[in-house]
């Protein structure tokens, strides 16, 4: 994923290195190796919508995490045993913004960046949000939660609340590294947000990560021809004398994006003498991804390095948002770490599928998400999912979705017929709302009254064509989103029938989708709170 200028002979890790994981601090690991030499990796390792992704390892399980923007539960965690097949086990803050210190997250969730403390068996996550008590770019400030290490599968996070603040830029893209028996906490002030230099500064942490101890201190900024307005998304680990940072710059998210990652390193954080790599950037996009970056490095139990990153799918591009992909570091000639620039898209799209029949311990799955702004909508499991119906998402309704993996897939969902308008939908942000941008979708709905075809991208909610008609029982409906994304059909299917083409249109993803964020594909039902929706079975299939 990036220009390289280096002369690219396999070289290995000189024996007698210590390395540690960013953030992490163990004791020396057994030289049993837990990721064979020969492992091909199957990316995207965290498929869909993840970025800003963080990686752990606890023993010989590696636990990741990632940005969810603007949709709940907040701060993804998954689960492999091998780096390559991973499982969403939790979330950092389930019920969204009811789980956080005083519910004092608006929006803005970014950068959930998990930390292991071996001393306290202790996982930290730092994190991005917006105070809703303070207006603007300041209002931007890092917290932390934590949780017991054998809690973090099942548990529930402990909020610090907001730790990291910058009163004049705000502060984003916490990290943490533990060196010489201390903590310390390192941070973006996002002077881009606001006309000024952006720095990634530094300070002590006390043991329980509620409050930052002596003076903050700056590490480096933008200072290379080939850098930016700034300077963002760093990550610190040890190998060898050193102390490196890989660090990103440029625009990060939409479909204009030139984001670029570099790399420094320092003999001793006191210092304060940062020295850059004079073959910067070390990564940057090429024929297979685009605008590669904010990443963590890991260490395996053989002293091998590894980082996961995010990236946008060149054949995707925004529809699906930034992945996370994995790949080695190894120690070049000069000594400095180099990426081996060999990533494929390999997962098979299998891998990808998803199907729900809702009946699974009568609770909702941890794939589904909903507007970060709202409460988890109200929903019980009996004969399926009964979901409340709204008004809510301008009009839209509630709405249940989960990351689209590719952009030639269907939709297919099983539905009872009633009052509500209760169907599928391709649910993306109304581009005329102030950013970040808020609920819009895209789908077909069933009732007793017929069936219809729905948008309210464009800020207005839409009736594209519907069919007047008596309807009872349950019906199936299904999207198909084909030609790379751009064309969308819509259907049903009666008890009796094959499927029957409903609807055709031609879609511009990249319109709808701010930031970056990708869509998601799920479900939505809308009429009045005391109504319901009902849903037999829901399938996510990639083509």
């Known amino acids: 994923m990036r220009n390289y200028r280096l002369n690219y002979a396999t070289f290995y890790l000189l024996l007698g290195l ?27 390792a965290l498929p869909g919508d993840n970025p800003d ?24 965690i998954y689960k492999s045993t091998n780096l390559k097949d991973w499982k969403l086990v939790n979330h950092v803050f389930p019920n969204g913004f009811k789980d956080m210190k005083n519910q004092w997250g608006e929006n803005n969730f970014w950068a959930s960046e998990l930390a292991y403390d071996a001393k306290q068996n202790r996982i930290y996550a730092y994190y991005t ?34 730790v990291i603040i910058e009163e004049d830029c705000g502060a984003i893209d916490a990290f943490e590294l533990q060196d010489g028996g201390k903590i310390y906490a390192f941070w973006k002030n996002d002077g881009n947000g606001c006309g000024k230099e952006s720095w990634i500064w530094m300070q002590e942490i006390n043991e329980s990560r509620t409050k930052l101890l002596g003076k903050k201190k700056k590490t480096y900024t933008n200072s290379q021809p080939w850098e930016t307005a700034l300077v963002e998304g760093s990550c610190f680990f040890k190998m060898g004398a050193y102390i490196y940072s890989l660090y990103s710059v440029g625009g990060c998210c939409d479909f204009k994006c030139n984001y670029k990652t570099g790399i420094a390193r ?22 297979r991804w685009k605008c590669p970056g904010h990443g963590t490095v890991v260490q395996s139990s053989d002293n091998r390095l590894f980082m996961l990153y995010h990236a946008f799918n060149k054949n995707y591009d925004v529809f699906v948002g ?9 120690q070049g000639a000069d000594g400095w ?7 494929v898209a390999n997962r098979p799209k299998a891998d990808l599928d998803f199907f729900d029949d809702f009946q699974k311990d009568k609770k909702l799955n941890l794939v589904w998400q909903w507007p970060s702004k709202l409460e988890r909508p109200a929903m019980i499991f009996k004969n399926g999912l009964r979901l409340n119906a709204s008004v809510d998402n301008h009009d839209l309704g509630t709405f249940l979705g989960q990351y689209i993996k590719s952009v030639d897939f269907d939709i297919i969902a099983e539905v009872e017929t009633g009052t509500a308008l209760t169907g599928i939908s391709l649910g993306g942000a109304i581009a005329k709302s102030k950013w970040p941008g808020e609920l819009g979708g895209i789908g077909i709905t069933a009732s007793k009254n017929g069936y219809a075809v729905f948008s ?3 800020g207005k909610y839409t009736v594209l064509k519907q069919s007047n008609e008596s309807l009872s029982g349950s019906r199936k409906l299904r999207m198909k989103i084909s030609k790379g994304g751009k064309l969308i059909d819509l259907f049903y299917k009666n ?20 930031w970056g964020m990708g869509y998601r594909a799920g479900i939505v039902v809308k009429g009045q709170p005391s109504e319901k929706g009902v849903f037999k079975s829901f399938e996510l299939k990639n083509n």
């Not at 949000?129 to 939660?145: D, F, Y």
């Not at 949780?147 to 907001?162: C, M, T, Y």
Request: contains cysteine; charged residues 20%.
């Open 129 to 162: 949000a917006h105070n809703r008590e303070v207006k603007g770019n300041p209002g931007l400030q890092c917290g932390v939660a934590w949780i017991d290490a054998d809690q973090i599968e099942s548990g529930k996070f402990n909020d610090n609340g907001p």
């Open 53 to 76: 992704p963080s990686i752990i390892r606890v023993g010989q399980v590696y636990y990741a995490s990632s940005t969810t923007n603007e949709w709940a539960p907040y701060f993804t």
């Open 456 to 458: 309210n991208l464009d």
């Open 495 to 514: 008890a009796a029938s094959d499927w029957l083409k409903f609807h055709s249109l031609e879609f511009n993803a990249a319109k709808y989708v701010p």
């Open 18 to 44: 210590t390395l540690l994981s960013c953030g992490i601090n163990k004791k020396e690991a057994s030289r049993t190796t837990d990721i064979p030499i020969d492992t091909p990796f199957v990316n995207p």
């Open 337 to 343: 770490p180099v990426l081996h620039n060999a990533t």
């Open 266 to 287: 320092t003999k001793s954080l006191a210092s304060g003498v940062w020295e850059k790599y004079d073959k910067n950037p070390i990564m940057v996009g090429n024929d």
């Open 322 to 330: 930034r992945e996370g992909i994995i790949e080695e570091l190894k």
